[in-house]
């Protein structure tokens, strides 16, 4: 193994004031509420800034700023709108380097990540929807689309910017104007985004930011002034969101957990296939809804793929966010480390073998190293439930209608991969998951032009592409 | 000589292509618009309803992966036999719906060229909700539609005919299976249609119907955890929100009820079937 020097990025470009207001009407306006949270760095606990906590009357301000703004936005041609898209398309690009150390300052991810995936990919969901502004007419949902009016969109900690991107531009594309929350630990970038609406001369009211956690997102969603709610998140939360919309003529998308399948043949580029399993389930920690967290191998290759596996696991080396060295950053939060430590004690617990390589872990931070589960049932937690972090549950198969079988054996349908050189086997797998996405002899890819979402207990709607239009119109 | 006395029909459940009694075995008194006693339909339970689902799940891998020719065919071939009944159809919407003749008639072609018209859809919806998508990078990336599985039907209340066939036809044609709940007043067309989808090569279960009460049955297929959507269309107020509250427990897909009164008789659009559809999206590397 190699020696490495640290190399980190340099924090210095990033302007963290101590306390941050809400962004309400093109303004930033403190709360009227008492309520303050503080949001800290995971890798080293620093508190890094102070966060309002927006009340329900904070949700109502900022819901009238963005209906107040609807009629002109709404008005305005789509070509004027489109521009504005892409100049905050173009603002994230030249803020790039900025935004991308300030996400992970916030979330924890590693460095890396930030700059070579959130942050290309958010500038790239803005410029792709800014072209759908002018050329709705043409997107297949009749002659005249019109935006729904006010959109409240909730969105997680795993990929802040990102899930922003991805609420925030095919909103504005198709005519609405948005009140947005991020999530209550990883406010910053959200709130940089704020500035780049104001450095884009977005009119006041179009894009709003309320801070705060579960009950200023519930004071969002049932504001009777909403027209559409996009959530992404866990499912327990997107169950609430569903009954508390029931009744009302709020349209719905819902971007919930994962249970995903990573399938690998016999047949598969083992070490191809190697790569594709650590890029499942270990990048961003295993902070993510569409993680390979299920690996299931062909029981003639297991002893083989695994012995890879942990000699690759070996190699990946986990510390300093900001260190472009880093592989695996911090857990986000002491609370989603006490969950992952809880599913992992039960996976052991219920007899499953656990594995990590030798892995110095900071004295500071929150940090959990990379975990193989070998041995684990299908009625296993680590199975079944949604770990939201850095560990890999892997089981067994021998043909595939047992691949499937087992694949499709969970409340869950968001994604699954694939891992053979048969191209007849990787369709006939493809045509049977019950998953939004297949990735077949790659993971975790993503792009603006490619429909993502899930089936069954993973959500509703589809976010990217065309399809992701159709959220934020009137049919 | 003294008239002949007609041989009544018994009207029983749908189920998995049978036709069952309810298991509770209850019955209620239906009557035509004018009050007078029509027959006494079978008044489903809790347990038919979860026999009903049964039936769909098990009916749901064959039917989904069918080809979209043999789904379009089949709808077709419904579309045959309701034509060929057409008189009998006439009969029981004079009875059912207060209707006339002449008006029975519209209603009953315009069933009939409605099957036609979703038949038509079943290999077509997939080129309009599909996409090859342009992604920055050497890879394939398709979407496709897929249905999203088992759905259930709180059918209209009124159309008792072209209403029920114009929420049924949309969900099967994509390849869903479903178990519906028809219209509690007017549930004998309901029953006969059965008889044309028995007759028209439809696997069994594939469609599932139920007759009663919808605010008894429908809520516990809104909470059934192996029915993946629900169309509400026939639920009105308090109803349709006690079934989108159960329904949010495995996150069906809801299709509230129509804002307003639903023109049976204008053209339906392809919000029906795209209701019930799931998109799915496959990746492959481009490389040699």
Redesign the interface.
Known sequence: MFEYAPAPESRAIVDIKPSYGLFINGEWVEPLGEGREKTVNPASEEVLAEIAVASEADVDRAVQAARKAFTGWSAMPGSERAKYIFRIARIIQERARELAVLESLDNGKPIRESRDVDLPLVAAHFFYYAGWADKLSYAGFGPSPQPLGVAGQIIPWNFPLLMLAWKIAPALACGNTVVLKPAETTPLTALAFAEICRQADLPPGVVNIVTGAGETGGALVRHPDVDKVAFTGSTEVGRLIARSVAGSRKKVTLELGGKAANIVFEDAALDQAVEGIVNGIFFNQGHVCCAGSRLLVQESVADELLEALKRRLSTLRLGDPLDKNTDIGAINSAAQLAKIRELSEAGEAEGAERWSPACPIPDKGFWFPPTIFTGVAQSHRIAREEIFGPVLSVLTFRTPAEAIEKANNTPYGLSAGVWTEKGSLMLWMASRLRAGVVWSNTFNKFDPTSPFGGYKESGYGREGGRHGLEAYLAL | MSERLAVRKTYKLFIGGAFPRSESGRSYVVSSSKGEFLANASKASRKDAREAVAAARKAFPGWSAATAYNRGQILYRVAEMLEGRRSQFVAELVDADGVGVRKAGELVDAAVDRLVWYAGWSDKIGA?RG?A?????P?F?L?STEP??VVAVVAPEAGPLLGLVSVIAPVIVTGNTCVVVASERAPLPSITLAEVLATSDLPGGVVNILTGSAAEIAPWLAGHMDV?AIDLTGADGEL??TC??A?????K??L?PP?AKVDWLADPGT?RMTAFL????????IGT
């Open positions: 309009i996409s998508n342009p992604v920055a990078g890879y990336n979407s999203t599985g993946n349709a929100v989108e509250e329904a949010a427990e495995n996150l897909r809801v509230r804002a919000e799931e998109t799915k999206t496959v990746w492959h590397p």
